[in-house]
């Protein structure tokens, strides 16, 4: 009986072996016992295998690099290999992968759901517990919330796969009369691919942004994704050897509007050319917003703007294929942002724009453009990065005059960027901007609204020993002339820096992650965080202060935050253009935030 | 390597329910057959273990007759499991247990939201055999209306001999926009004296602000005290036997014994005992249980004299030769309203292939049968009921109940029947005639066949099927 129970202790995975691959079987009991898989067609008498005296059946067989699929036959019955946990299909045949020399390969899952290996179960789930004071300076639990995100990937064969997100989100889903939560369908994509021909069918999820050098689809702004976030629609792409035919279909879900684009490029030895197709009809969608300079006026000053969105426009493109590039576009933009004041006055803005950027050692890139014509040149250096600020809103025709300067020393992390943009046309596309917002994680908000500024920051990273990490985000000096909208007043603003300190601690499975943002008083957010990585999937966080949200990804939520936190949301509205201004008025009422914030992260 | 390699399995499994139901009912006026919607249920359950103590749950739910067919989110935790301690981030689920054995301070339907189902979220937070000691942390907001609750536990065990807890718990039990808190703190004792006996004392003090103020209150008003003596054992008797007393402005939200709103056991003072006596050599067990106390509520009338309740039970149970056995109990309470008396028989026989009972009670004897003497019962009445389940072969099964009542000149009666098939795997397919409801608890002691004369049998046919996957 021990003998039997090392035996066992001994089966293992086929193993390669100098004649070929080796299969064991444990059976002491067994009659006949046999190997079948696709290397022999499932041949149920092709392959026996030998018993030794302690019931251990084994065959070698030589086999060829590749992926096979094998059972076991033992006494007219197929088995599937107990030491093996990979199986595939419907029949759980198991799987090994042989290498050359028969080298047989560990065992990987590619999916998780062993029923059917075509489908593979991801999720993201987080749940928070709050405490924060209420207004009798007592700790209560405030907004506690679970999020999971749980996605569902299919491979349809190798060419094909759909990926589908559910959501839900006890914080924001919660039907106030039932309380009934409801699980979302949130984005889903269709994706196939097969030799020259990709054909991509989206719903609310990214899908496409044009290599052009105007990028006529699929531009990043603060309250617009790139293309395919919000819409639905349909991608086709077919490259026959160095020609490229694109064609995009896409509906965007809130507002009905419909787009159409081609783009037909093709490269010659040196250079290439390109023709570009832009069609989009929208529907007439009415705004309301709090007036940027409404604190000076009425505090509940609210502008009513509507947009329709009418646009066709047609592009050529020629240039370097690395370095130089070159568009001319030519188009229709029938889009009118009609502003109404309380008292009914109507005011129309009609976009002319300019922009030169210049650059040697750095990126050189020039717009020039108005609302019918629009002319672009981008000329690079390959040892520099590439990114270029979005000197212009959404839509092609919303074009500035601006200089963007920028060096990125990569090996010590530094970065510099000098921008001056000017722009003389619609307000309202400038204060719903974002600028570089990698690199500038809280300090746009000063820019925003503003007509013409300036601005210099620098930011470093230090690496103490290899525990600590200390990054500082410094914003050295900012000028703004702001030209507010409706007025012919100019504000020339000069603020002292903002700086924010982080500091990190690694300490192998904790963390340890403070964060402080200093402006011109004291420092009044502070955050302090301990986080342990149960596993690559799990971690844990405690965290104690005032909880900064990620900027780039979160900032609704910020903007819901710090109205949980008690700031007025017309002052919020008001204050877009400067956080200067958000923190004199949060300093407030933050001021006494020590929020206690514990949560658990799950991943995979 | 095999091991190394399956470290990084990550286990996921996915499960689920589906029912359908289709069912048709006679209706009285005008009479005839009406096919109600038929209702389709599923549920999806997910669960995923990130790492060897870790655990991810979720599940969401779709019925075919409610609002949209839409599917909603019906559960959920994110849980950590140690040796000692384990911590869970949950969601609309039942984890609101606290032991309070001889109070019951907490009973998870006041804690977590809702009556049917729960809504509150929050977090927990158990540890146990720490040096001895143990404890719980609970903190849940609620989702529906802007209250929440805080239960802290912590105790020491010394060895065998004795345990140790105190517990606080804070429930804002108003959900206003200030918060109005029901605080409670207790202490439990148990002490082991020797062999089977043990002495148990829970006691517990409540703040809440609906308490009178002032000096008009003394402290041992707001107070709960519970004594135990359990399981004296002597020749055959064991002997169990508690004393308590409730203060009168003893109010706990999170409880259904001190909670106005329901059991409102508070300003009582008595006495509970139980004998229980195992024949020698026989099969035959005899109990005896009372519990005799004064309140000073004719709820909700807070009375200026307390009057006395008591209530007396005693049971015969007999286990025969080949499967049969017979109870019998009468049970007594004598309380402002009446002097209340039943009798109860049962007897019952089991083999493999099937199962028979057949109970007969009467009820309230004596009450109403020369005329009407008390308002508060329908009058003496008798119930017989039967329950039967047949194996017919080894995957159907035919079961049926049915209680026929009477007394003061009524009738009435109740009856269901099913037949079950489990011939697929995961699955059970069940036919049945009849509303299960009125005998559910217990045949002929369900208050709703025993205490409501105008049960009548419904006509009513159900197609069920239920599926795990």
């Known amino acids: 009986m021990l003998v039997k129970a090392l035996v066992f202790l001994l089966v293992s995975l086929p193993q390669g072996t100098k004649d070929g691959v080796e299969f064991t079987y444990f059976a002491p009991d067994a009659n006949s016992v046999y190997l079948v898989g696709d290397f022999n067609n499932w041949n149920t008498s092709k392959t026996p295998m030998k018993k030794n005296a302690e019931g251990l059946w084994s065959v070698v067989i030589p086999l060829a690099p590749g992926k096979y699929q094998y059972k076991f036959f033992v006494d007219g019955k197929y088995v599937e290999d107990p030491t093996n946990p990979i199986t595939e299909g419907p029949y759980r045949n198991s799987v090994i992968k042989v290498a050359q020399d028969f080298r047989v390969l560990p065992p990987r899952m590619s999916n998780n759901t062993p029923m059917n290996s075509y489908v593979t179960f991801g999720a993201k789930a987080k749940g928070f517990v709050n405490a924060d004071k209420d207004s009798t300076n007592h700790y209560r639990l405030m907004n506690t919330e ?30 106030p009369s039932t309380h009934q939560i409801p699980f979302y369908f949130e984005r889903a994509r269709l994706n196939f691919e097969k030799g020259h021909l990709h054909i991509l069918s989206f719903y609310n999820m990214f ?56 783009r037909l490029s093709k490269d010659f030895a040196n250079f290439y050319a390109g023709l570009g197709l832009y069609i989009s009809h929208g529907n007439n969608v009415e705004y309301q917003v709090v007036s940027p300079d409404s604190e000076r006026i009425n505090d509940t000053t609210l502008l009513h703007f509507n947009t329709y969105d009418d646009r066709y426009a047609y592009s050529i493109e020629f240039g370097d294929k690395n370095s130089v590039r070159f568009q001319f576009l030519e188009g229709l933009d029938k889009k009118r942002a009609n502003f109404y004041d309380v008292d009914g006055t109507k005011s129309q ?17 020039a717009i020039y453009g108005n609302e019918k014509l629009a002319a672009f040149l981008d000329l690079e250096h390959h040892k520099f990065d590439s990114i270029f600020v979005p000197l212009y809103g959404k839509g092609f025709s919303n074009l500035k005059t601006g200089i963007s300067i920028k060096r990125r020393h990569f090996e010590a992390g530094l970065s ?64 703004a002339i702001n030209q507010p909208p409706r007025s012919d007043e100019c504000i020339l603003q000069l603020t002292l820096p903002i700086k924010r300190l982080f500091l990190d601690y690694d300490l192998r499975y904790f963390h340890i992650k403070s964060s402080y943002l200093n402006t011109d008083r004291d420092f009044f957010d502070h955050y302090i965080q301990i986080s342990y990585r149960f596993s690559q999937y799990m971690i844990a966080k405690a965290g104690y202060g005032f909880y900064p ?22 002052q919020l509205e008001n204050n877009f253009r400067g956080i200067a201004g958000t923190i004199e008025q949060g300093e407030k009422d933050i001021s006494n935030t020590k929020e206690i914030r514990l949560w658990l992260e799950l991943s995979f | 390597m095999l091991f190394a390699m399956l470290l ?22 005008p009479v005839y057959w009406n096919l109600y919607n038929p209702k389709n249920y599923i549920e999806f359950k997910i669960t995923l273990h990130p790492t060897n103590y870790g655990q991810v749950f979720f599940s969401f739910n779709a019925l075919s007759n409610s609002n949209n067919s839409q599917f909603f989110f019906n559960q959920g935790h994110i849980q950590v499991n140690g040796a000692h301690h384990s911590l869970a981030l949950f969601a609309r689920e039942d984890r609101y247990w606290v032991q309070s054995p001889l109070l019951y301070l907490v009973n998870q339907d006041r804690l977590k939201d809702d009556n049917f189902g729960p809504k509150g979220e929050g ?109 004296i054992y002597f020749k055959g008797f064991n002997i169990s036997g508690s004393y308590y007393n409730y203060g009168k402005y003893f109010i706990d939200e999170m409880s259904n014994k001190f909670n106005p709103g329901f059991d409102h056991e508070f300003g009582r003072e008595g006495f509970y005992g139980e004998i229980l006596y195992l024949v020698p050599y026989k099969a035959i067990n005899i109990l005896y249980k009372t519990n005799r106390y004064k309140t000073w509520y004719d709820y909700p009338v807070l ?142 002691n369900d208050p709703d066949v025993s205490d409501f004369p105008y049960q009548r049998i419904r006509d009513r046919f159900k197609i069920l099927l239920k599926y795990w996957f």
């Open chain 2, 303 to 444: 009375l200026a004299k307390p009057f006395t309740v008591s209530w007396n039970y005693a049971e015969i149970y007999t286990e025969f030769r080949k499967g049969v056995s017979a109870k019998i109990f009468a049970e007594r309470t004598v309380d402002k309203k009446g002097d209340w008396r039943h009798v109860f028989f049962q007897i019952q026989g089991e083999n493999p292939r099937m199962k028979v009972k057949l109970q007969y009670k009467i009820k309230d004897i004596g009450i109403n049968v020369h005329g009407k003497d008390n308002d508060f019962s329908i009058g003496q009445r008798s119930i017989l009921g039967t329950e039967m389940w047949i194996n017919l072969t080894n995957w159907l099964q035919f079961y049926m109940r049915g209680a026929l009542g009477n007394g003061q000149g009524l009738n009435w009666n109740s009856f269901f029947a099913q037949l079950a098939i489990r011939k697929f795997t995961n699955s059970e397919l069940f036919i049945e005639y009849g509303d299960p409801s009125a005998t559910d608890a217990d045949l002929v």
């Open chain 1, 549 to 570: 949200y990620n900027l780039l990804d979160e900032y609704t939520e910020r903007r819901e935050y710090l109205s949980s936190k008690g700031v007025n949301l017309t």
């Open chain 1, 146 to 175: 679970t999020d999971v995100r749980m996605n569902v990937k299919v491979n349809i064969k190798d060419e094909a796969n759909l990926l589908a997100i559910l959501h839900y989100n006890t914080q924001q889903g919660q039907d």
């Open chain 2, 8 to 29: 990084f399995l990550f286990p996921v499994s996915f499960n689920g329910y589906l029912e359908s139901e289709f069912y048709t009912e006679k209706e009285q006026n």
């Open chain 1, 349 to 365: 803005q009609s976009p002319i724009n300019k922009s030169w950027n210049i650059g040697k050692w750095y990126k050189f890139k």
């Open chain 1, 416 to 479: 510099e960027h000098f921008l001056f943009a000017h722009k003389n046309s619609t307000k309202w596309d400038a204060l719903f901007k974002m600028f570089d917002i990698q690199r500038l994680p809280y300090i746009e908000y000063p820019l925003l609204g503003y007509d013409r500024y300036t601005t210099l920051y620098a930011k470093g990273n230090v690496d103490i020993l290899s525990l600590l990490k200390m990054r500082l985000s410094m914003q050295t000096a900012r000028y």
């Open chain 1, 207 to 262: 899908a496409y942004e044009s290599p052009d050098p105007i990028t006529l689809v699929g531009k990043v702004n603060e309250f617009s994704y790139p293309l395919g976030r919000g819409e639905q629609g349909i991608l086709w792409e077919i490259q026959p050897k160095v020609s490229h035919i694109t064609f995009l279909y896409s509906n965007e879900i809130s507002t009905g509007r419909d787009l159409a684009f081609l």
């Open chain 2, 123 to 231: 977090i927990r937070w158990d540890f146990w055999d720490t040096y001895g000691f143990f404890g719980t942390m609970l903190s849940s907001k609620y989702k529906s209306w802007n209250g929440e609750a805080y239960i802290g536990r912590l105790g020491r065990n010394f060895g065998k001999t004795l345990t140790l807890s105190y517990m606080y718990m804070k429930k804002d039990w108003r959900g206003g926009k200030e918060p109005s808190y029901n605080k409670i703190n207790s202490l439990y004792l148990r002490l082991h004296i020797f062999r089977t006996l043990y002495l148990s004392s829970e006691m517990a003090t409540s703040i809440h602000p609906n308490q009178p103020a002032g000096d008009t209150v003394k402290q041992h008003e707001k107070d709960a005290l519970t004594i135990e003596l359990r399981r």
